[in-house]
């Protein structure tokens, strides 16, 4: 099961990556008629949900990113340094690469106490790839709105 999930995570990450090669960079913080965010929050959002669920909330990323991406947040509220789309971009990365070495015994593992209705680092993963893939889903759409 969770090279399923590893592998979910590959398929939405690809995809994600290949919609912003192929976007024009000036639209990465163009908030389209009908959305909450912009591309450039997408990416961020996307990284910071992964990390809190699937590496906890001490992850390794900088502590500002929860404020700045996290659920509840907008791009318009945004404040001081954000980091850029390039920076995320290889975050992401990064981040797919701790993914897909997680012991594969990690996702039996229970957690400490349920999250989002989830009692496994297995659950929670699938969760998060599902999550995941919406926002994939809300990327595209804003990539092919805009141009």
């Known amino acids: 099961m969770s090279e399923l999930i590893k592998r979910q995570f590959e398929f939405t990450r690809r995809a994600i990556l290949k919609d912003i ?4 960079e000036k639209n990465f913080d163009v ?3 009908a959305f ?9 959002h996307v990284l910071v949900a992964a990390e809190n669920f699937l590496f906890g ?7 500002e990113y929860g404020k700045l991406f996290g659920y509840g ?6 404040e001081g340094d954000v980091p850029s789309v390039a920076t ?11 993914i897909k070495e997680l012991p594969d015994n990690h996702f039996d593992e229970k957690l400490p106490e349920p999250v989002i209705g989830n009692t ?11 999550h995941e893939a919406n926002h994939s889903g809300q990327i595209h759409a804003m990539v092919r709105l805009l141009g």
């Open 31 to 33: 908030q389209p008629e």
């Open 120 to 130: 496994t680092y297995g659950e929670l993963a699938s969760f998060t790839a599902f």
């Open 57 to 63: 909330p001490s992850g390794q990323l900088p502590e």
């Open 36 to 44: 909450n965010n912009n591309v450039h929050w997408q990416l961020g």
């Open 88 to 98: 995320l971009v290889e975050q992401l990365k990064e981040q797919l690469n701790r």
């Open 21 to 24: 090669e192929n976007a024009s």
């Open 73 to 78: 947040s907008k791009p318009s509220a945004w």
